[in-house]
Nanobody
Framework: QVQLVESGGGLVQAGGSLRLSCAASILTFSNYAMAWFRQAPGKEREFIGVINWSGTRTIYKDFAKGRFTISRNNAKNTVYLQMNSLKPEDTAVYYC???????????????????WGQGTQVTVSS
């Protein structure tokens, strides 16, 4: 059974930083592209960015460029989301998701991802 478990969320003041982690119980973690999404109350799930299976390439949504960084450690089956200069509008539940490399990578569509974590709450106060 594949599991993705996010951690690292919490309450932070505007301008602060958080680092989210997503630990995966996948035997072949290095064969999965890993993405981060977020969902604010009353809004649709929003793509943040994705990293390819080897960690050599990333794609970010415009709002994340320059503030958010995705990285991964395949030896630890973990992907990270470093968030800097946080704003109140970044408040949301943050999710990681996995896409098998055989189906490509880089998709912004939630339906492209097979496995999802349960989410971790990030709250940014003004």
């Amino acid at each position: 059974q594949v599991q993705l478990v996010e951690s690292g969320g919490g309450l932070v003041q505007a301008g602060g930083s958080l680092r989210l982690s997503c630990a995966a119980s996948i035997l072949t973690f290095s064969n999965y592209a890993m993405a981060w999404f977020r969902q604010a109350p009353g809004k649709e799930r929003e793509f943040i960015g994705v990293i390819n299976w080897s960690g050599t390439r990333t794609i970010y949504k415009d709002f994340a460029k320059g503030r958010f960084t995705i990285s991964r450690n395949n030896a630890k089956n973990t992907v990270y989301l470093q968030m800097n200069s946080l704003k109140p509008e970044d408040t949301a539940v943050y999710y990681c998701a996995a896409q098998w490399r055989g189906t490509g990578w880089g998709s912004e569509e939630p339906t492209s991802y097979t496995y999802w974590g349960q989410g971790t709450q990030v709250t940014v106060s003004s």
